[in-house]
């Protein structure tokens, strides 16, 4: 059993990390406005969150650029719009997406506002995502290893894959609930293996969650007892399909008083409140359907566009 | 660590109750229609639920019979009229609550459908709750006691009212998070406690929970695999303010093969979406507030009912 002294105190070495326009991203194409960027990189600051992760780096030979917003390419340029120099405490994170992905379209740190590139890899692609967490490394960018869909593979790969990479400099590598498969009591157990690894090889741990059984807060902070120090975040939960571990939930847990939670709420109201009408995230019984049965959301998302509320026929469409 | 065998497999002991008509009749004023609560007792037959709670057996002397639905007052006839002999294996509950009930509404058993009474209390109420139990125990019925917002008492003061009660016949004793306090590992420890108690007295425990940090299920299946047997659950979560454990969550969750899913989300699907659109639960800020600050929902049941929106400001009002 966690001590109870770590629920009122807090561990310094836990970060947490704003994935808003990342993974909500993926629910409006990138489409945020500037005023909403500028908005949130300002409540990220007050809120003392670590990381504001502003997208994708996605490479242009695979998506067109002009089907998408601008975070889902994250350029220099566009986050120095945002952040000029950013001189603060918040440090500014993009993802790179093995095999939609051009390593060249990373500069040296020394000439980017970007301080961490976090590479999302399935398992069979570990090669290229070590590739690119060796360039990004060389480059000077703290770097995180996201290993996607953990859930559909079994454990004696993932410890493969997980040595693999500790031979990397990667900083820190993730547990990726991608489906929201998981309960908390496997959390625990997925977390002591990369716990084991990961103080192996001088590894931080960090966790991304999905809401698909209204277990994403319950999963992280699972995990940040068991002594991950990474902890996703979205406002509102705002994610792909039921969404993620909401920032408002987990910033009124965590008890460093360098976290606010008063501004969480204040962008809430005045931004996210907006977006939520125009766009679809969160948990619905689709989503808890595909995360109880390990599968990709793909489905459930179709049905929540197609407007469908026949959950029963949906259910059986999924087990047949 | 909790081990997987038990996820994979299951407890025979373990029983699920469904509390939609009394913690959501919390939120319709008790105002179900005889067709909605017909198909909500087959719904739970299909489905393998081990008992249907139908409402409250309120005190007419407390509360005025012209502004409830007769499910605030279940009587024994009205019962009949749904359940008739109840020749199933579902069971069927009602609850009392201490201080607006009278002794005299309840039956001997062998004349009521009743097999379970539940006994809600709040701990300065024992001796009241205690005769309660005695009496209703005495006239045949199968009892609990629900002891509320333990999550504002003394661990001294449960200490002692658990003890209390464990020297009547009471059969199961519940874990109730009145206003969604708990996160897991507090529940785990509450839980601990309760079975220490309970396996002394040869008392079964149970668990209530509410969703305000979404954390309803999650703290529902904690205290399962700690060995708590009675788990509340609600359709599509619906109770007073944040609502309850969703029984989607937990009967897909559940390996017991007596249960079933695919009748309970026909059931959402043809009454529930429905009746969601008229009234107001389930999780929001203004929940996620009073719950973490440990109060009362009433305030958020208000901010919801007035339809405000601005949860800064309701955070510096229960804050301030």
Redesign the interface.
Known sequence: ??V?SE?MGYRESIKVLDATMRDGGLVNDFYFSDDFVKALYKTNIEAGVDYMEMGYRASKKVFDESKFGKWKFCSDDHIREIVGENNTDLKIAIMADIGRHELDDFDQKVNSPVDMVRVATYIHQMPEAIQMIEDAAKKGYETTCNLMAISTSQKENIDVAINMVCQTPVDCIYIVDSFGAF????I??VA?HYMEVGEKYNKKIGIHTH?N??????NT??AC?DGVDLLDATYLGMGRGAGNC?M??LL??LKNPKYN??PV??F??DYM?EIKEQCKWGYD?QY??TG?LNQHPRMAIKFTNDER????EF??EMTE
Chains 1, 2 share one sequence.
């Open positions: 059993m966690k109870l629920l309960c908390p009591e496997q625990a157990r002591e809401n059984q209204q277990l994403a807060f319950a902070i699972e007892g909401a408002e939930l009124g847990f939670i008063f709420y204040r809430i109201e409140l019984l808890l359907m109880q509320k026949d959950y029963s259910y059986k």
